[in-house]
């Protein structure tokens, strides 16, 4: 768990450099998480009532996708 800053192109070859497991911020401490993890949080901005005339749609469109690392997961119950 080691704390670097910066970014030093060379990497361990673990991972590639610029891959997908792009940090994610922790939506509770706003840590910055590795993607792979951090924990997905459902968070709804749902339309409580069913409006007529709107799309369901829309509803799943306004769910925003956020992460929480680890920690705050675990605080939270999460995990
Ligand atoms: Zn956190």
Redesign the pocket.
């Known amino acids: 768990m080691g704390k670097r800053r910066g970014k030093s192109g060379k990497k361990w070859g673990h991972f590639k450099a610029g891959g997908r497991s792009k940090p994610v911020e922790?939506?509770?401490?706003?840590?910055l998480?590795p993607r792979v993890k951090a924990v997905p949080v459902r968070r709804g901005f749902r339309i409580g009532k069913q409006v007529p005339g709107v799309d369901r749609r829309r509803v799943l469109v306004s769910t925003r996708k956020e992460y929480?690392?680890?920690?705050?997961?675990k605080?939270r119950r999460m995990i």
Do not use: L, P
């Not at 922790?26 to 840590?31: E, I, N, P, T």
């Not at 929480?68 to 997961?73: G, K, Q």
């Open positions: 922790c939506v509770y401490c706003g840590k998480v929480a690392c680890i920690s705050c997961a605080h």
